[in-house]
C-alpha cells in the first residue's frame, strides 16, 4: 500500500493528532513552570517504546479487519519468559517469548481463518488463558531480573534522544511500513479488511495472510513485553487492561477503521506518538492521573461516534435533503 | 468492527447437506460428551466436592459474576457484542450505593439502580441509535467512568454511611441471598427474552440488524432498553459486592468485566448475537464456578485457574460455532 494522501482519514487523523499534540507540547513552558528538557525529548520516546509494539501488533490485526485481544496477554507472557528463561543469557528469554508469540499467534490466526471463529471472543479466551499462564508460570509474583547490564543497556541514551529500546521500536515501525508498502501484502491486508469476499474472489490467499498476522502480531506483542522486561529489570505477570485501552486509542487515532480495510504503519507510529506525547505532557505538567483518563475517553468517545455507520448515514440522508442536488455517494 | 457485530461470515463455504454434517456433529456431541463425563469423574474424585457445603461454596461465588452476566448477556444477544466497562461501572455504583447508606438500604438500592441504569444506558443509546461501535465505545467508557469516580471520590475508598447494607449478606437456608437473586433474575430475564415482543425483537436485531430495521422494529429503541436492563443487573452486582467488601474504591470491580464475557461465552451464547438464553449464561456462570472450585479443592494455583478458564471459553466458542455453522449451512 502506497502511503495515503493527506486528505484521506487514515492519513489525516495521525497527523492532526502529532501536529496537536508537537504544538502542545512545546507549548508546555508557557502552562507550567517547567522548562523543556532534550531528556522530555527521551522520556516520551520511552513512553513510545513501551506501548509501541502493542499498537503496531493491534493495527495490524485491525486493518485486517480483525481484533486481537489477547496482545496484552501475549506481552505479559512475553515479559515473564524474558526474565525466566533468560536469568542465564538475554538471548534464551528473548528467544523463548518470540517462539511463545509465534505460536499463541499461529495457534489463533489458524482458529480464526480455517474456522472462520469472530477474533473476539477467540483472542478474549486466550488473554484469559494467557494471563492465566503468566501467572502460573510466576507463582503470581513480579520476578525480578538479575541481568543488569542488559537492563543498563537497552535504556541508555542514543544521540541525546533515543535508547535501544526505542531505536529498536522504530525500526520495526520502518520495517512493517516498508514491507507493507512495497509488497503486496499491504494491498492484501487492507482488501480482506473492507471486504473479505472481494478479497478471495480477488485472489488474496485470505486464510494464509490472517495466519500470518495473528503470527506477527503474536510476535510483535511478545518483544513488546520482553524490552519492557529488559528495561524494567523485571516482569508483572498482571499488566492489567490499560495498556490494551492506550494502545486500542492509539491504533484508532493513527487513521485505522474499526470496520477494517484502512490504515498504514505510518499512520499507527503517528497515533502512538502522539499518545507517548500526551502521557509525557500529562506527566511534566503534573496533571492528575484521571484527568488524562477523561481525555482519552473523550478522544476515543469522538472517534468511535464520529465512526458509527448509522449516525453517518443519518447525517448523509439530513444532507441529501437539504441539497437535493448533492449525490450521498461522493460524501463519504 | 465488522468481526465483532456483523452478522455470520457471508464467506463461509457452502455445506454440502446430508451426512458430513450430521457426521460433523456428531463429532462434536462426542467430545461433549467425554469432555462432561472427565469433568465428573473428575470432580467425584476430588475430595470434598460433592458436598453441600462445596455446592454452597459454588453458587456464591458464581452469583455475583452470573448477575452481571446476565445484563451482559442481553447485551450480547441483541447484536451489541460485550461491554468492556463493567468492572468500572460496578465500581462506581457501589461506591454511590455505599455512600447513599444514610437514606437506609432501599433508597441506597433504588439510587444504585437508576445510577445504574444511566451510566450503561447512555452507552446503549449510542449504540443503538448511531450503531457505534460497543466494544471501542465501552473501552472509552470505562475510562471516563474511572476518571470521573477517581475525580469525585479523591481516589479515596468509600466507607458505608450506615449498617443498612449488611441485610445483603443475608443466607437464609444457609445460602447466601445473591444466590436467590440471582436465580429469580435469571427466570425473570429468561422470561422476557422468550416471551415478550421485546425479547423477541432483540434476538432478530442481533441475529440481523438491517432485516429488523427493514421489518419497522425500532432498533434504537430496543437496544437502548437492553443495555438499560443490563445497567440495572450491573447495578445488583454492585450493591452485593460492595456489601460483601463493607466498603468500595474504584477498584471493586476487579475482573468482573472478563468473568462475565467468560460465562456468557462459556454458556454458549455466540458472541455474534442473536442466540442465547439467560439460562444459559446462569449454566456457564456455574460451570467456571465449579471448575475453578475442582481446581482450588485440588490445591492449583490461582493462575492455574484463570488458564482452565480461559481454556473453557476457548474451547466451548470453538464447539459452538462449529455446531451453530453446521446447523446454519
Not at chain 2, 452470573?66 to 442481553?74: E, F
Request: charged share 10%; net charge positive; glycine share 12%.
Amino acid at each position: 500500500m502506497k502511503p495515503p494522501s493527506f486528505r484521506r482519514p487514515e492519513a489525516s487523523l495521525p497527523v492532526a493528532a502529532l501536529v496537536l499534540t508537537i504544538i502542545a507540547f512545546v507549548l508546555i513552558p508557557t502552562y507550567t513552570d517547567t522548562a523543556l528538557s532534550s531528556f522530555d525529548v527521551y522520556n516520551t520516546l520511552q513512553i513510545f517504546a513501551r506501548l509501541g509494539l502493542l499498537t503496531l501488533a493491534l493495527g495490524l490485526t485491525m486493518i485486517a479487519g480483525e481484533f486481537d485481544l489477547s496482545v496484552v496477554g501475549t506481552y505479559a507472557l512475553g515479559g515473564m519468559l524474558t526474565v525466566q528463561a533468560g536469568q542465564q543469557h538475554w538471548a534464551w528469554g528473548l528467544l523463548a517469548a518470540l517462539g511463545a508469540g509465534a505460536a499463541v499467534g499461529l495457534l489463533q490466526g489458524g482458529l480464526i481463518a480455517r474456522l472462520k471463529i469472530p477474533s473476539m471472543p477467540v483472542t478474549l479466551a486466550t488473554y484469559i488463558a494467557l494471563l492465566g499462564l503468566t501467572s502460573a508460570l510466576s507463582g503470581g509474583l513480579t520476578k525480578t531480573y538479575a541481568n543488569v547490564t542488559v537492563t543498563l543497556w537497552v535504556d541508555q541514551p542514543v544521540l541525546t534522544y533515543f535508547s535501544p529500546r526505542s531505536l529498536i521500536t522504530l525500526g520495526l515501525f520502518a520495517a512493517a511500513a516498508a514491507v507493507l508498502s512495497l509488497s503486496r501484502w499491504g494491498r492484501e491486508l487492507r482488501a480482506i479488511g473492507g471486504d473479505r469476499r472481494a478479497g478471495r474472489v480477488a485472489g488474496v490467499r485470505v486464510d494464509r495472510l490472517i495466519v500470518g498476522t495473528f503470527a506477527a502480531s503474536g510476535v510483535l506483542s511478545a518483544l513488546g513485553g520482553s524490552l519492557l522486561s529488559f528495561s524494567l529489570g523485571s516482569a508483572n505477570p498482571d499488566p492489567g487492561v490499560q495498556p490494551l485501552i492506550v494502545a486500542a486509542a492509539a491504533a484508532l487515532l493513527g487513521g485505522v477503521s474499526l470496520a477494517g480495510g484502512r490504515g498504514h504503519p505510518l499512520g499507527l507510529l503517528g497515533g502512538i506518538l502522539a499518545v507517548a506525547l500526551l502521557a509525557e505532557i500529562v506527566a511534566v505538567a503534573a496533571v492528575p492521573q484521571y484527568v488524562s483518563q477523561l481525555f482519552f475517553a473523550g478522544l476515543l468517545g469522538i472517534i468511535v461516534v464520529i465512526d458509527a455507520p448509522d449516525l453517518h448515514s443519518a447525517l448523509v440522508r439530513q444532507r441529501t435533503r437539504l441539497r437535493p442536488s448533492h449525490h450521498p455517494r461522493t460524501s463519504i | 468492527m465488522n468481526v465483532m457485530s456483523a452478522p455470520p461470515r457471508s464467506d463461509a463455504p457452502i455445506r454440502r447437506p446430508g451426512r458430513s454434517r450430521s457426521r460433523a456433529e456428531l463429532v462434536i456431541d462426542a467430545v461433549l460428551l467425554l469432555a462432561v463425563l472427565a469433568a465428573i469423574v473428575l470432580a467425584l474424585t476430588t475430595h470434598r466436592f460433592a458436598t453441600v457445603a462445596n455446592a454452597k461454596a459454588i453458587l456464591t461465588s458464581a452469583s455475583l459474576v452470573g448477575i452481571a452476566a446476565l445484563g451482559l448477556t442481553l447485551i450480547t444477544i441483541g447484536g451489541s457484542a460485550v461491554s468492556l466497562a463493567i468492572s468500572p461501572s460496578v465500581a462506581a455504583v457501589g461506591m454511590i450505593f455505599l455512600s447513599a447508606q444514610s437514606f437506609g438500604l432501599v433508597p441506597a438500592l433504588a439510587l444504585a439502580v437508576l445510577c445504574g441504569i444511566l451510566i450503561t444506558g447512555v452507552q446503549g443509546a449510542i449504540v443503538g441509535y448511531a450503531a457505534a461501535n460497543p466494544v471501542v465505545l465501552t473501552i472509552a467508557a470505562s475510562f471516563a467512568i474511572t476518571g470521573i469516580a477517581t475525580g469525585v471520590s479523591g481516589g479515596s475508598t468509600v466507607s458505608p454511611t450506615g449498617g443498612g447494607y449488611d441485610r445483603l449478606n443475608a443466607t437464609p437456608g444457609g445460602v447466601a441471598l445473591s444466590v436467590y437473586v440471582l436465580i429469580g433474575l435469571a427466570l425473570i430475564v429468561q422470561w422476557t427474552l422468550r416471551r415478550t415482543g421485546f425479547g423477541r425483537s432483540l434476538y432478530l436485531i442481533g441475529e440481523n440488524r438491517r432485516a429488523a430495521r427493514a421489518a419497522g422494529l425500532p432498533v434504537g429503541r430496543t437496544t437502548a432498553v437492553a443495555w438499560l436492563a443490563a445497567g440495572a443487573l450491573f447495578a445488583v452486582t454492585a450493591a452485593f459486592t460492595a456489601a460483601f467488601n463493607t466498603s468500595a474504591n474504584v477498584n471493586l470491580g476487579g475482573t468482573l468485566t472478563f468473568d462475565a464475557i467468560a460465562a456468557v461465552l462459556a454458556g454458549g451464547t455466540p458472541i455474534a448475537g442473536g442466540r442465547g438464553s439467560a439460562l444459559r449464561t446462569l449454566a456457564g456462570a456455574v460451570l467456571i464456578a465449579a471448575a475453578s472450585d475442582i481446581l482450588l479443592l485440588r490445591g492449583s494455583s490461582t493462575g492455574v485457574q484463570i488458564l482452565v478458564k480461559g481454556v473453557i471459553v476457548l474451547v466451548v466458542v470453538v464447539l459452538v460455532h462449529l455446531r451453530t455453522e453446521g446447523s446454519r449451512a
